[in-house]
């Protein structure tokens, strides 16, 4: 059922790269390009709260490298530091189907 709405509580317990998948796979199904811009515009912040200011730059001669980003952001601090966004966005649009 892909519009089962998880708990809050469950998806705190799922490790950041099981977030990122689900939430990615839903857009997916819901061909949310919004959600991936939203992620795409999150990911030189979340950089910046690492520490890593060279990757927190966000312009659009970066575009490439953003597109890069995407493919890492269900992977280990990164994952971590988007955490928030994953959550909310299962919260607001269930699981994709094949996990509901």
Same mark, same amino acid.
């Given at each position: ?17 099981? &977030? ?7 857009? @997916?199904?819901? @061909?949310?390009?919004?959600? *991936?811009?939203? &992620? ?8 910046? *709260? ?35 966004? =994953?959550?909310? =966005? ?11």
């Amino acid at each position: 059922m892909a519009d089962a709405t998880p708990d809050a509580a469950d998806l705190e317990r799922l490790p950041a790269r099981e &977030l990122h998948d689900r939430a990615v796979a839903r857009a @997916r199904q819901r @061909r949310d390009v919004g959600f *991936v811009w939203e &992620l795409l515009r999150a990911i030189p912040a979340a950089a910046a *709260v690492l520490g890593e200011q060279d990757r927190a730059a966000f312009d659009l001669l970066h575009g490439l490298s953003l597109v890069e980003e995407f493919t890492h952001a269900g992977e280990g601090e990164m994952a971590e530091a988007l955490r928030p966004l =994953y959550t909310e =966005y299962l919260m607001r649009h269930g699981l994709p189907a094949d996990r509901a």
